[in-house]
Nanobody, 123 residues
Protein backbone atom coordinates (compact mmCIF):
# COMPACT_ATOMS: atom_id res chain seq x y z
CA UNK A 1 0.00 0.00 0.00
CA UNK A 2 1.24 3.49 -0.89
CA UNK A 3 0.51 6.41 1.40
CA UNK A 4 0.48 10.10 0.67
CA UNK A 5 0.11 12.66 3.42
CA UNK A 6 -0.92 16.23 2.78
CA UNK A 7 -2.47 19.20 4.50
CA UNK A 8 0.54 20.63 6.31
CA UNK A 9 1.49 24.25 6.39
CA UNK A 10 2.12 27.28 8.54
CA UNK A 11 -0.36 28.10 11.30
CA UNK A 12 -0.40 30.37 14.31
CA UNK A 13 -0.47 28.98 17.81
CA UNK A 14 -4.02 28.14 18.78
CA UNK A 15 -5.00 27.41 15.22
CA UNK A 16 -6.16 24.21 13.55
CA UNK A 17 -5.14 22.02 10.66
CA UNK A 18 -6.38 18.76 9.24
CA UNK A 19 -3.98 16.28 7.75
CA UNK A 20 -5.09 13.65 5.28
CA UNK A 21 -3.39 10.40 4.41
CA UNK A 22 -4.60 8.90 1.15
CA UNK A 23 -3.83 5.26 0.50
CA UNK A 24 -3.55 3.54 -2.85
CA UNK A 25 -2.65 0.10 -4.06
CA UNK A 26 -4.95 -1.75 -1.72
CA UNK A 27 -7.67 -1.07 0.79
CA UNK A 28 -6.55 -0.03 4.26
CA UNK A 29 -9.74 -1.17 5.99
CA UNK A 30 -7.90 -3.99 7.76
CA UNK A 31 -4.82 -1.94 8.64
CA UNK A 32 -3.92 -0.16 11.82
CA UNK A 33 -3.06 3.39 10.78
CA UNK A 34 -0.84 5.75 12.66
CA UNK A 35 0.49 9.27 12.67
CA UNK A 36 4.02 10.02 13.80
CA UNK A 37 6.03 13.21 13.82
CA UNK A 38 9.65 14.19 13.81
CA UNK A 39 10.94 17.55 14.91
CA UNK A 40 14.39 18.78 13.88
CA UNK A 41 17.09 17.01 15.84
CA UNK A 42 14.65 14.67 17.52
CA UNK A 43 13.56 11.09 17.05
CA UNK A 44 10.33 10.17 15.34
CA UNK A 45 7.58 9.98 17.93
CA UNK A 46 4.12 8.49 18.11
CA UNK A 47 1.17 10.87 17.78
CA UNK A 48 -1.98 8.81 17.29
CA UNK A 49 -3.25 5.53 15.98
CA UNK A 50 -6.56 4.04 14.87
CA UNK A 51 -7.23 0.34 14.60
CA UNK A 52 -9.19 -1.40 11.87
CA UNK A 53 -12.18 -1.25 14.26
CA UNK A 54 -11.60 2.47 14.92
CA UNK A 55 -10.17 2.14 18.41
CA UNK A 56 -7.92 5.15 18.95
CA UNK A 57 -4.92 5.96 21.12
CA UNK A 58 -3.05 9.22 21.49
CA UNK A 59 0.22 10.48 22.82
CA UNK A 60 -0.28 12.37 26.07
CA UNK A 61 1.10 15.50 24.45
CA UNK A 62 -1.77 15.67 21.94
CA UNK A 63 -4.62 14.07 23.85
CA UNK A 64 -7.69 16.29 23.85
CA UNK A 65 -6.35 18.41 20.98
CA UNK A 66 -5.86 15.94 18.12
CA UNK A 67 -8.38 13.51 16.67
CA UNK A 68 -7.56 10.64 14.36
CA UNK A 69 -10.27 9.19 12.14
CA UNK A 70 -10.64 7.02 9.10
CA UNK A 71 -12.95 6.82 6.12
CA UNK A 72 -12.52 3.40 4.57
CA UNK A 73 -14.81 4.31 1.68
CA UNK A 74 -12.23 6.91 0.69
CA UNK A 75 -9.24 4.82 1.78
CA UNK A 76 -8.11 7.82 3.80
CA UNK A 77 -7.08 8.59 7.36
CA UNK A 78 -7.27 12.02 8.93
CA UNK A 79 -5.64 13.87 11.78
CA UNK A 80 -7.60 16.87 13.01
CA UNK A 81 -5.30 19.10 15.01
CA UNK A 82 -6.72 21.85 17.20
CA UNK A 83 -5.16 24.26 19.68
CA UNK A 84 -1.82 23.88 17.98
CA UNK A 85 1.29 24.80 19.92
CA UNK A 86 4.79 25.74 18.70
CA UNK A 87 6.04 22.42 20.09
CA UNK A 88 3.79 20.64 17.57
CA UNK A 89 6.10 21.88 14.81
CA UNK A 90 7.42 18.81 12.98
CA UNK A 91 7.19 16.72 9.87
CA UNK A 92 4.14 14.51 10.23
CA UNK A 93 4.08 11.02 8.74
CA UNK A 94 1.24 8.58 8.28
CA UNK A 95 1.92 4.87 8.47
CA UNK A 96 0.15 1.56 8.02
CA UNK A 97 0.51 -1.69 9.94
CA UNK A 98 -1.21 -4.90 8.89
CA UNK A 99 -0.61 -6.59 12.25
CA UNK A 100 -3.34 -5.66 14.76
CA UNK A 101 -1.36 -6.97 17.74
CA UNK A 102 1.86 -5.08 17.19
CA UNK A 103 3.10 -2.31 19.44
CA UNK A 104 1.44 0.75 17.98
CA UNK A 105 3.91 3.06 19.74
CA UNK A 106 6.86 1.61 17.84
CA UNK A 107 7.59 3.13 14.41
CA UNK A 108 9.28 -0.15 13.47
CA UNK A 109 5.94 -1.93 13.67
CA UNK A 110 4.60 -0.02 10.67
CA UNK A 111 5.51 -1.36 7.26
CA UNK A 112 4.28 1.41 5.01
CA UNK A 113 5.00 5.12 5.34
CA UNK A 114 3.93 8.28 3.60
CA UNK A 115 6.39 10.95 2.55
CA UNK A 116 5.70 13.36 5.41
CA UNK A 117 4.15 16.80 5.51
CA UNK A 118 5.58 19.75 7.41
CA UNK A 119 3.62 21.63 10.02
CA UNK A 120 5.04 24.84 11.41
CA UNK A 121 3.28 26.48 14.34
CA UNK A 122 4.33 30.05 14.99
CA UNK A 123 4.07 31.66 18.40
Amino acid sequence: VQLQAFGGGLVQAGGSLRLSCAASGRTISSYRMGWFRQAPGKEREFVATISWSSITYYADSVKGRFTISRDNTKNTVYLQMNSLKPEDTAVYYCAADINPSSNYLNPGAYHNWGQGTLITVSS
